[in-house]
């Protein structure tokens, strides 16, 4: 072998390699139209996206795992949070967090209504992109959402408080946003002592709702969850509540049988 | 030196380390915002120091090899260089357009693309500056009519990396086409062209310092750089698995890149196959300490730590996590620093007008060794955090904040295992200033 012949391989190599990165590169950009989406993609997802760089955001979080790791991935964090408390949030997190608290603060930027609602329209957006299945589980802020080795079987069996504990811990992720510890706050309030708690609101004066009984106050701050708001600004705004309405969709009847009797074991 | 006009690589190599000892400041106020709590929370974000360090990251390391061509092309085609006042503009231009970015950053005006953050205006210095210095560099290589294989794959690489800066100008609205050419931007440049600049500079360390084959040289040369692009060109596929693309990516990043260590292989066999012909007898044993480092150092680094998890059925749980941090680190100081600290070591010596024999080198060889072990050890920190942050968060279904807050410890061993890094770059630097200014005869001033 001469060095006439590695030069040859070289440019061969080459020219054929970009030739085929060139040909995937046409493919890619077509169809990412729909992939991605493209006809959501709105001026305010535009403009959100411009404010994602403005703001440097990916110089501490990731948005399909690309950024920096110093803060969490934000694919998700729409249908995980709820925009009323996305939008909060944003305007102030220490509101939420405290460095004191949970490790890490992030800093208040100064954006006005505008800017928050277009960013959390452009985190919207990007959610619902085909990733290719990525991430293969949810990647959550705060909590612990168990759910056991990826390949090995968890039967849930036992008493219907126990299947629902494992929905509250699992497929509903309630334990990335509710602590069942008194006194500590994830995101929404803690659920120590709801039980007891849900008696007392459907009898008082200020509850509106339709529930009647500790267990239907409970069915339905899972899929109604604005009927009634627990006081504190950081868990709703304006009378509604940050909580996601996608429960009713999400879990099954008997599931949500099943969380309302774990949530009533919670005294 | 030979060439008088090669004292410009001096400066260039003089900025080049002034801005790593920055970055590496700037990597310490980074790391301290993850032990927290951070007293700067408000002044300086994370984002902020950490956009500067790894700008700074490039811009000496680009910095490095603008002076490493300035003083490798005249020594490969014997001449003095078309115009020094021209590489002394585009220095003082160069440096005025990376300070600048680092104001604005400090400012918070950003363009808030990983790596490509510089404001518009920035960019378009940077490609003025480009242009300045391959122009210079051709006009060099013309006068002279003599151009070497080595020298063509310099120019191919640099040409390339200036070529491929102006992908990452075209401004998306559509987030998966702004990540999708990006890549063309930052991975084509440190898993593609760049390794060109590598290959180069290595092949011309290892002629110089073990009095090899040029033609031998020359030939393995070619086959290093042709695996590069072989696998190089469609391994930026492994960018390409989750944001949004084709599902055929999986499959075209997973088989090319998985071929990527063997450009790096090849180097590190490249640089064996010297050692065991040679032996080590070059007086300037920095610079071949830091030479051979280089060549294990990134084939370890880039080559078995990228190929660690660049398949689509690790990645899926790995991307994002620390277990990228811990291969960005040692892949970068592996292949484009330490050639770069290679370079500077070989031509000092010339440049400050002083022979191999009468340096001492016992400061030079504690920089290598505590850069080399610091660098290993923050690898091995970053491995257990990122392994630790997988299995915790991405397997379990803890939180990120619960998870960060169960590495921890990881992160005291980075720290620790950073201030051992930052000596060896303080020993690095004193003795680059230690051995003084150019001076012009350097032949008589040894034999003196």
Not at chain 2, 41 to 52: C, D, P, Q, S
Not at chain 2, 195 to 200: H, Q, R, S, T
Not at chain 2, 226 to 255: E, K
Request: net charge neutral; glycine share 10%.
């Amino acid at each position: 072998m001469t060095k006439a012949d590695t030069r040859r391989f070289f440019f061969a190599g080459t020219l054929l390699f970009t030739a085929v990165f060139i040909g995937l590169t046409v493919h890619t950009h077509m169809s990412v139209a729909e992939r991605t989406n493209a006809d959501a993609l709105t001026a305010e997802v535009a403009r959100g996206f411009r404010g994602w760089e403005r703001y440097n955001c990916e110089n501490c979080h990731t948005l399909l795992g690309e950024g920096a790791y110093f803060a969490p991935d934000l694919t998700q964090i729409v249908s995980q949070r709820g925009k009323g408390y996305l939008t909060a949030f944003l305007a102030d997190p220490s509101r939420f967090y405290s460095e004191e608290r949970d490790g890490r603060l992030m800093p208040t930027l100064g954006l006005s209504e505008a800017e928050i609602s277009d960013v959390i329209d452009f985190l919207d957006w990007v959610g619902r992109i085909d990733t290719n299945g990525w991430p293969p589980r949810p990647i959550l802020v705060s909590g612990v959402v168990t759910r056991g080795l990826p390949g090995v079987e968890v039967v849930v069996a036992g008493t219907p408080a126990e299947r629902g504990r494992a929905v509250f811990e699992g497929k509903g992720a309630c334990a990335g946003c509710h602590s069942r510890t008194q006194g500590e706050v994830l995101v929404g309030p803690p659920l120590a002592g709801i039980a007891g708690a849900a008696a007392e609101r459907t009898g008082s004066a200020d509850y509106h709702g339709s529930a009647r009984s500790a267990a239907d106050y409970l069915r339905e701050s899972v899929l109604a969850p604005s009927a009634y708001l627990v006081p504190g600004s950081q868990y709703g705004a304006g009378g509604v509540s940050f909580m996601p309405e996608h429960y009713s969709k999400m879990l099954e009847t008997g599931e949500v049988d099943d969380l309302v009797s774990y949530l009533s074991t919670l005294q | 030196m030979t060439y008088r006009s090669q004292r410009v690589a001096y400066a260039y190599f003089a900025a080049a380390l002034v801005l790593f000892a920055l970055q590496v400041a700037f990597g310490f106020l980074s790391l301290a915002k993850y032990l927290g709590p951070d007293p700067l929370l408000g002044v300086m974000h994370f984002a902020t120091t950490k956009a500067i360090h790894t700008n700074l990251l490039l811009v000496w390391i680009l910095t490095g090899f603008m002076g490493a061509a300035y003083y490798l092309v005249p020594e490969e085609s014997r001449t003095e260089i078309w115009s020094e006042r021209l590489a002394w503009l585009q220095l003082g231009l160069w440096l005025a357009v990376g300070v600048s970015a680092v104001v604005c950053y400090l400012l918070e005006i950003t363009a808030g693309r990983k790596f490509l953050e510089q404001p518009f205006p920035l960019k378009i210095g940077i490609v003025v500056v480009m242009l300045m210095f391959l122009g210079n560099l051709a006009m060099t290589i013309r006068q002279a009519g003599r151009f070497t294989t080595t020298e063509g794959v310099l120019m191919g690489g640099l040409v390339a990396t200036a070529l491929l800066f102006l992908p990452g100008l075209i401004p998306f609205d559509n987030y998966t086409l702004d990540r999708f050419y990006r890549w063309w931007v930052v991975h084509l440049w440190v898993e593609g062209v760049w390794e060109l600049v590598m290959g180069a500079l290595l092949a011309f360390l290892l002629i110089r310092l073990s009095g090899a084959d040029r033609e031998v040289m020359e030939k393995w040369l070619y086959v290093i750089v042709g695996l590069t692009f072989l696998s190089g060109i469609l391994g930026t596929g492994h960018h390409y698995y989750w944001i949004g693309t084709p599902r055929y990516w999986l499959f075209v990043g997973g088989i090319f890149s998985a071929l990527e260590p063997l450009a790096f292989l090849g180097m590190a066999a490249y640089a064996y196959n010297i050692v065991r012909r040679s032996g080590l007898a070059h007086p300037n044993s920095l610079a071949l300490h830091w030479t051979i480092g280089s060549a294990v150092f990134s084939a370890i680094g880039a080559g078995i730590l990228g190929l660690a998890h660049t398949f689509p059925q690790v990645n899926q749980w790995t991307h994002g996590t620390h277990v990228t941090t811990m291969h960005g680190h040692m892949a970068f100081f592996g292949a484009y620093a330490m050639i770069n600290l290679a370079i500077i070591s070989y031509a000092l010596p010339g440049l400050t007008g002083r022979s191999d024999e009468e340096r001492q080198t016992t400061l030079g060889l504690w920089a290598f060794w505590l850069m080399v072990g610091g660098m290993f050890g923050m690898t091995m920190a970053l491995a257990a955090a990122g392994m630790g942050q997988t299995y915790l968060e991405r397997i379990l279904g803890f939180g990120y904040l619960e998870a960060q807050r169960k590495i921890q410890v990881h992160y005291l061993m980075w720290l620790a295992t950073s201030v051992v890094f930052a000596c060896g770059v303080a020993a690095y630097v004193w003795d680059f200033v230690r051995a003084g200014a150019p001076r012009a005869q350097p032949g008589a001033a040894a034999a003196a």
